[in-house]
């Protein structure tokens, strides 16, 4: 397996990939950047729309069944565009500090409802969390909270049987995981999915002896966990139950992301980053915040639209 960088200009630090079937196009997202990227991978042309303020996650959306753009997480609240580059209608203000909390990692979930993490910037307390918002059926809008006790939340995930959903805490190093009540939206049985070590004191990037801390995650038909291990260079594929099945090296220090796309969902495709990353690491990897690709044996999970 090789991965291959797409034909886009690099951002500061990709995040929430997408493949979009309908349009069969690639979506992604840089935050420092305040853009949102889709690409058509198949012409290789890009389109960019800047955001007021860092994007932290998107998804595709339906009304009524039809395709109609996208739900987009930013620092202040959760918002709806009707077209690519249209009109950003709040639909939930942030009930955080701005200053010091924005929305991170978020998707869609099986039924349509739209979930999003915080992270607190500081990084000094634990006071980030997870929230859901259901708009189904043109109601108006319902914001949950879901999960907390997080410095940055990410992730975020379902199994294949959506009896399961996953979300991460990076600086903690640690998945969690809880069973998952579809129909009532309801989350319990939390437990410790995977755990890794801390950083060393003193570690500095390019150093051995640390592999990393979990970023974003994709799931595949078999329930497999794909985890991006940020500042470890690699990719960790994890069993239903949480054992290592392969690791993957990554041509860049801070992997973020994956997602699966192309027609058969056998193209996984990953995010990375090189804001603030130091010169040397960006001498040793040159494509530090391109998205990369590579063919895969087993098909991932199609990604969930949201619904209103």
């Keep these: 397996m090789t991965w291959q960088p797409l ?43 800047a955001m007021p303020s860092e994007p932290g996650s998107i998804a595709p959306a339906r009304t009524n069944g039809d395709n109609s753009g996208l739900v987009i997480a930013l620092r202040d609240g959760i918002y709806r565009a009707r077209e690519w580059g249209g009109e950003l209608r709040q639909l939930m203000r942030a009930d955080h500090d701005t200053a010091t909390t924005r929305f991170n990692d978020g998707k869609a979930d099986p039924l349509g409802r739209f979930w999003a993490g915080t992270m607190y910037e500081p990084r000094d307390k ?28 990410n992730g975020l995930a379902w199994s294949p049987d959506a009896g399961t959903v996953y979300w991460s805490d990076t600086p903690r190093h640690v998945i969690r995981a809880w069973n998952w009540d579809s129909a009532s939206n309801a989350m319990t049985q939390a437990r410790v999915f995977a755990q890794w070590p801390g950083k060393p004191d003193g570690w500095q990037p390019g150093m051995a002896g640390y592999g990393g801390r979990p970023d974003g995650a994709a799931v595949d038909a078999e329930g497999n966990y794909y985890v991006a291990m940020f500042e470890g260079g690699r990719l960790l594929k994890l069993s239903p139950s949480g054992a290592l099945l392969a690791e993957i090296a990554v041509p860049a220090r801070c992997p973020t992301m994956p997602c699966f796309g192309g027609d058969d969902l056998k193209t996984l495709y990953l995010t990375t980053a090189r804001y603030n990353r130091p010169a040397q690491e960006l001498q040793d990897f040159p494509d530090s915040g391109c998205v990369f690709s590579m063919q895969v044996e087993v098909p991932g999970l199609p990604v969930n639209f949201f619904q209103d």
């Design 7 to 49: 034909a886009a200009p690099p951002s500061g630090l990709g995040e929430s990939p997408f493949w979009h079937p309908d349009e069969q196009m690639l979506y992604w997202i840089d935050i420092p950047g305040r853009q949102l990227h889709r690409c058509n991978v198949f012409m290789g042309t890009v389109e960019s729309w």
């Design 126 to 153: 634990a006071t980030a969390a997870l929230f859901s918002l259901d708009c189904r059926g043109g109601r108006p809008p319902v914001l949950e909270r879901k999960a907390g006790d997080a410095i940055i939340a």
